[in-house]
């Protein structure tokens, strides 16, 4: 492609998969390529540690139960606290999401060239407009319980995780394209890098 044409073509990307597909990792391939890759988990934690007014509203919605002796949010315990009560849940997304939102919009706003925004939730929450299309990583119901039970996570976690979110195969059914990744780490940065081939930004 030659840089008139570079200069003119811009990519957006809409990633997502369940809890433990490993859409960090693919994250890790597209930036490795040159693009400017967005993490929704990475956002939250930030927001969480270092915005104030972010702290001040889960302090609100949860009080005390939902921080450390540090007085910072304790991320493990609004994950107990949220995912066993729809409500409680529905509150938390009601403060972060839009913040999150608003962060991954005006990337994909930019002059960057080619953008991969990962989002949880794309589907459920009616995103997938927002891109060119959209990613599904998947992996079999075995892997991803092993993987997360080797993050720390028990088989009750998991499951309430599993039980927020569409399942898996149906984000499958909704994505324009997906990567399987039940085998190696090397695997999954193949497929990235023969789906930009593919779309002429490699």
């Known amino acids: ?59 609100t919605a949860f009080g005390e139960s939902a921080f450390n002796a540090e007085g910072r949010v304790d991320r493990a315990a609004l994950g107990e606290i949220v995912f066993g009560c729809s409500q409680a849940l529905a509150t938390l997304e009601s403060i972060l999401h839009p913040r999150v939102r608003k962060a991954w919009q005006a990337l994909i706003r930019s002059e960057h060239v080619l953008v991969v925004v990962e989002i949880p939730l794309l589907f459920e929450n009616n995103l997938q407009s927002e891109f060119d299309f959209t990613i599904c990583l998947s992996v079999s119901r075995e892997i991803q319980t092993s993987r997360l039970c080797g993050r720390g996570f028990t088989l009750s976690q998991i499951d309430l995780r599993r039980a927020r979110q569409w399942s898996l195969a149906d984000k499958v059914r909704h994505a324009d394209v997906v990567f399987v990744n039940d085998g190696s780490r090397a695997h999954l940065g193949d497929q990235v890098r023969e789906l930009l081939r593919r779309r002429k930004f490699l």
């Open 1 to 59: 492609m030659s840089e008139a044409e570079q200069s003119t073509k811009r990519l957006r990307i809409g990633l997502t998969g369940g809890i433990g597909c490993g859409k960090s990792t693919a994250l890790e391939f597209f930036r490795a390529c040159g693009a400017r890759a967005f993490d929704a988990d990475i956002a939250v934690r930030r927001l969480l540690e270092d915005d104030a007014e972010t702290r001040d509203a889960v302090w």
